[in-house]
């Protein structure tokens, strides 16, 4: 990924990433990942986002929240 990525820190319950990485795979037209700062269990867990365009992650951010 480029220097010029855009970074979405997202607090996540057990179970509400793979509907993320679904709507990335299917919506973002650059490259993106995530990793993961804290997983989640009993209390929500930390991830972080990263977006190669800004395109993607307003669309991400809109969508999310």
Do not use: H
């Not at 009993?42 to 993607?56: A, I, L, M, R, T």
């Amino acid at each position: 990924m480029s220097p010029n990525t855009n970074k979405v820190d997202v607090g996540l319950n057990y179970g509400e990433l793979t509907p993320l990485i679904r709507w990335c795979e299917r919506n973002c037209s650059g490259e993106w990942a995530y990793s993961i700062r804290e997983p989640s269990g009993q209390s929500k867990g930390e991830y972080e986002f990263y977006f190669e365009n800004d395109k993607d992650r307003v669309a991400f951010i809109i969508w999310k929240t």
